[in-house]
Nanobody, 126 residues
Framework: QVQLVESGGGSVQAGGSLRLSCAASGRTFDNSAMAWFRQAPGKEREFVAGINWNGNAAYYPDSVKGRFFISRDNAKNTVSLQIYSLKPEDTAVYYC???????????????????WGQGTQVTVSS
């Protein structure tokens, strides 16, 4: 059974930092693109970071570029999201996502995601 388990969420003040981690089990994802999405209350889930299968390319939407950084460790079957300069509008449930395919464009759309984690809450206070 494939599982993606996120950790590292919490409550922080604006301007702070967090590092989210996602541990995968049940299969290896070293040939898979992986990503982070988030869903704020009353809003649709949105893509915030993606990384290709070997970690040599990443993509971020303009809304988070320069503050969010995705990385992966294929030896440990993990993917992480480092977030700096947190803003109240970053408050959301953050989800780890994985594709069966290797490239970032295979995972930027929610409908293309093959595996989801259960989510971890990030709350940013002003």
């Amino acid at each position: 059974q494939v599982q993606l388990v996120e950790s590292g969420g919490g409550s922080v003040q604006a301007g702070g930092s967090l590092r989210l981690s996602c541990a995968a089990s049940g299969r290896t994802f070293d040939n898979s693109a992986m990503a982070w999405f988030r869903q704020a209350p009353g809003k649709e889930r949105e893509f915030v970071a993606g990384i290709n299968w070997n970690g040599n390319a990443a993509y971020y939407p303009d809304s988070v570029k320069g503050r969010f950084f995705i990385s992966r460790d294929n030896a440990k079957n993990t993917v992480s999201l480092q977030i700096y300069s947190l803003k109240p509008e970053d408050t959301a449930v953050y989800y780890c996502a994985a594709s069966r395919l290797p490239l970032i464009h295979n995972i930027v759309v929610e409908a293309d995601v093959d595996y989801w984690g259960q989510g971890t809450q990030v709350t940013v206070s002003s």
